[in-house]
């Protein structure tokens, strides 16, 4: 947002601070590598007994949509403990596509009792999730490894299962695979459970796709509408690129390879899991939360839902929750709390003093020590700071790579995205580089325009 510097008293964001710090919620710290499952609970509905949840804050626990109360008008519902029961508000996201969006939200009225939880999941920044989750060796022997938590019993023939989740990591060797006779059955596959991106599927194998497989990771809804115009011969590829990366930004896939049922190899997770983590393992083996079980082959990716869980927070009275979730996705921390001193193109969360509710700011420019100033409290830019509003951030537009012009600024890539105070109308402006430039860069244009060098990309930078 564009308009006039607002001042801001050092009374006012010491005061900004004091309250935050009031209503401050511990967050949550990466898991050791031996401990019990982060945040899990299982079988907490009686309705949904196969239903798990991940708590990510005392009184927050994610869950599908699918494990919503089984009579439809109430809103409320039960998150059942072996030490007791806590009543909670159901929330279901409301932009389901089949099995993409079938995520939903508790808020409970109180931390549940006892011991049953001894800590919550550890949510990491939009960027180390971006940094974690790339595709591997083609034969998925080596890639991120993921962790899963289900709920519903080990076999059919149990039928009560028991309040401790599933932690799986691995594929499953069902049956000796063929012509060895050496692996017992029901033994753990080799091959470790790793991420795949739908692109990676797309290049490793595309029969699975474009309907020549009969193992085929999306429905005929999904299919219908990710990709709405797959059977057109003209501009196809284009088209194709964007349904990927669109459902790679909300689901993450655990489809294994298309060879798996014919080797007897088969995905550790049961249908009827819902509800429960999906991690991803840090190079010290630490667990990050990064989606949730929906299944067998296709599962919530979090960060997609992140900005409506945040809504949802902070419609439902939990400000404290919000603001420590929008503070973990984005990475950044309180002000100050470094010394002042910041990246461009880094977005802060923070307590607006005067309204008493979160916004957001882009870090958009340094002063001469390289240090940044007051953060914006009357809703528009200042010397620093591109006002960005009350909603949370998606993670393109938090992880969006932007470098500050300056006129000393050099050696610039093109497609490289510039911000620039504008001179006269004290307002941020963003440009695109349109060639390689290996000495200083020019200037960008003062009166909203394209040229040779650059491309006006406006006051406010879409990704």
């Keep these: 947002m564009s308009g006039v510097a607002v001042p801001v008293s050092v009374g006012a964001q010491a005061h900004a601070q004091e309250q935050e710090q009031?209503?401050?919620?511990?967050?949550?710290?990466a898991r050791s590598p031996v401990g019990p499952p982060p945040g899990q609970i299982v079988r907490w509905s009686l309705s949904q007994p196969h239903c798990g949840g991940t708590l990510i804050a005392p009184r927050v626990m994610l869950t599908a949509g699918s494990c919503a109360p089984r009579v439809s008008h109430r809103r409320s519902a039960f998150v059942l403990t072996d030490a007791g029961a806590v009543r909670a508000r159901f929330v279901r996201y409301p932009r389901r596509i089949g099995p993409v969006g079938d995520v939903a939200i508790m808020l409970l009225e109180r931390p549940l009792p006892g011991a049953a939880i001894r800590e919550m999941a550890p949510v990491p920044s939009y960027r180390q999730e971006q940094s974690a989750l790339v595709d591997g060796a083609d034969d998925m022997t080596e890639g991120a490894r993921l962790v899963a938590y289900g709920s519903a019993p080990e076999s059919r023939s149990t039928q009560t299962g028991s309040r401790k989740a599933r932690r799986m990591d691995a594929y499953q060797?069902?049956?000796?695979?063929?012509?060895?006779?050496?692996?017992?059955?029901?033994?753990?596959?080799?091959?470790?459970?790793?991420?795949?991106?739908?692109?990676?599927?797309?290049?490793?194998?595309?029969?699975?796709?474009?309907?020549?497989?009969?193992?085929q990771?999306?429905?005929?809804?999904?299919?219908?509408?990710?990709?709405?115009?797959?059977?057109?011969?003209?501009?196809?590829?284009?088209?194709?690129?964007?349904?990927?990366?669109?459902?790679?930004?909300?689901?993450?896939?655990?489809?294994?390879?298309?060879?798996?049922?014919?080797?007897?190899?088969?995905?550790?997770?049961?249908?009827?899991?819902?509800?429960?983590?999906?991690?991803?393992?840090?190079?010290?083996?630490?667990?990050?939360?990064?989606?949730?079980?929906?299944?067998?082959?296709?599962?919530?990716?979090?960060?997609?839902?992140?900005?409506?869980?945040?809504a949802m927070l902070q419609r439902y009275g939990m400000q404290a929750e919000a603001l420590q979730l929008a503070r973990q996705?984005?990475?950044?921390?309180?002000?100050?709390?470094?010394?002042?001193?910041?990246?461009?193109?880094?977005?802060?969360?923070?307590?607006?003093?005067?309204?008493?509710?979160?916004?957001?700011?882009?870090?958009?420019?340094?002063?001469?020590?390289?240090?940044?100033?007051?953060?914006?409290?009357?809703?528009?830019?200042?010397?620093?700071?591109?006002?960005?509003?009350h909603d949370l951030p998606t993670a393109a537009e938090a992880t969006a790579r932007i470098r500050a012009w300056l006129p000393d600024t050099s050696d610039g890539k093109a497609g490289e995205v510039f911000v620039r105070a504008h001179p006269t109308a004290r307002t941020f402006e963003y440009f695109r580089l349109r060639t390689d430039v290996p000495g200083t860069l020019s200037e960008p244009p003062v009166d909203a325009t394209t040229n040779a060098e650059w491309e006006y990309l406006g006051g406010n930078l879409v990704v």
């Design 22 to 29: 009031r209503h401050a919620v511990t967050p949550p710290s």
């Design 173 to 215: 060797l069902r049956h000796p695979a063929p012509g060895s006779g050496t692996i017992a059955a029901g033994a753990t596959s080799a091959r470790p459970l790793v991420y795949r991106s739908v692109a990676g599927y797309r290049r490793a194998e595309p029969q699975r796709i474009d309907g020549r497989s009969p193992h």
């Design 217 to 310: 990771l999306f429905n005929a809804l999904v299919m219908r509408a990710f990709y709405p115009h797959r059977r057109r011969q003209a501009s196809d590829a284009r088209a194709l690129l964007h349904g990927d990366r669109d459902l790679d930004e909300q689901v993450l896939l655990t489809s294994g390879l298309a060879t798996d049922a014919r080797m007897g190899i088969a995905s550790p997770l049961r249908q009827q899991d819902r509800g429960g983590g999906v991690f991803v393992l840090d190079a010290e083996q630490r667990e990050w939360l990064v989606g949730t079980v929906l299944g067998t082959q296709m599962q919530a990716r979090q960060s997609e839902y992140w900005p409506w869980v945040f």
């Design 329 to 389: 996705v984005l990475g950044t921390g309180r002000w100050g709390e470094k010394g002042r001193q910041g990246t461009v193109g880094d977005i802060y969360a923070y307590v607006n003093p005067h309204t008493n509710r979160v916004e957001f700011a882009r870090l958009a420019a340094l002063d001469r020590q390289g240090q940044y100033g007051y953060l914006p409290i009357g809703g528009r830019d200042n010397a620093n700071w591109e006002h960005l509003g």
